[in-house]
């Protein structure tokens, strides 16, 4: 369409201005900091902001707290990039794409992961991280990201829509939170020549 409005490029290294949606557009928020690649000096920050997800149950399985320690075993893997969202100057948010399966048929398949702190979420920066681990897996030669949430985390289930994921399927009763089963959807976005 040659009239059809142009979409900002969205950058690694800049945060665009975005928008949120709460029925009608509240406001534009200027968001400026930059996505990069995770260091090992991130460990501490990550983990803690990972925690806060293992906390409120609402986006992982997992219910042991994690260290610096654990997330550096991240690091191991140089074929799976770990990023990580600044504002001014504070680590915010993270983003990871971890093996699919220890198999080499799948090397080519990742699990992305995205946690924003809760004190700077509903500002666009899951977005903004999400962005740069595709571009950032795309690049890296993977030809497909899976994602896994709780099929109740409408949240997150909108976040990947944007991203292109499609549903693919539902794993019922996969595992509990606080004694509760609960059910994940299976997501999955085509990169490179699989996308054609």
């Keep these: 369409m040659p009239n059809a409005p142009r979409r900002a490029p969205v950058h690694l290294d800049r945060w665009p201005k975005t928008r949120r949606r709460a029925g009608p557009i509240i406001a534009s928020v200027d968001t400026h900091g930059t996505v990069r690649s995770a260091r090992t000096a991130d460990c501490?920050?990550?983990?803690?902001?990972?925690?806060?997800?293992?906390?409120?149950g609402r986006s992982t399985f997992e219910t042991q707290t994690r260290t610096a320690a654990d997330i550096d075993e991240w690091f191991e893997s140089a074929n799976h990039p770990v990023?990580?969202?600044?504002?001014?100057?504070?680590?915010?948010?993270?983003?990871?794409?971890?093996?699919?399966?220890?198999?080499?048929?799948?090397?080519?398949?990742?699990?992305?992961?995205?946690?924003?702190?809760?004190?700077?979420?509903?500002?666009?920066?899951?977005?903004?991280?999400?962005?740069?681990?595709?571009?950032?897996?795309?690049?890296?030669?993977?030809?497909?990201?899976?994602?896994?949430?709780?099929?109740?985390?409408?949240?997150?289930?909108?976040?990947?829509?944007?991203?292109?994921?499609?549903?693919v399927g539902v794993h019922q009763r996969h595992g509990t939170v606080d004694g509760e089963?609960?059910?994940?959807?299976?997501?999955?976005?085509?990169?490179?020549?699989?996308?054609?």
């Design 83 to 167: 990023l990580v969202a600044e504002s001014d100057g504070m680590v915010v948010g993270w983003a990871r794409l971890s093996p699919y399966g220890p198999r080499p048929c799948y090397a080519g398949v990742g699990e992305a992961s995205v946690y924003v702190a809760a004190s700077a979420r509903g500002r666009g920066l899951g977005t903004i991280i999400a962005t740069a681990l595709r571009d950032r897996a795309e690049s890296a030669g993977f030809h497909k990201v899976i994602g896994k949430l709780f099929v109740e985390n409408e949240q997150s289930r909108r976040l990947a829509a944007r991203h292109g994921f499609r549903e």
């Design 44 to 56: 501490a920050t990550i983990a803690a902001i990972y925690n806060e997800g293992i906390a409120d």
């Design 181 to 196: 089963w609960r059910d994940v959807l299976v997501m999955e976005l085509l990169l490179g020549k699989a996308a054609n």
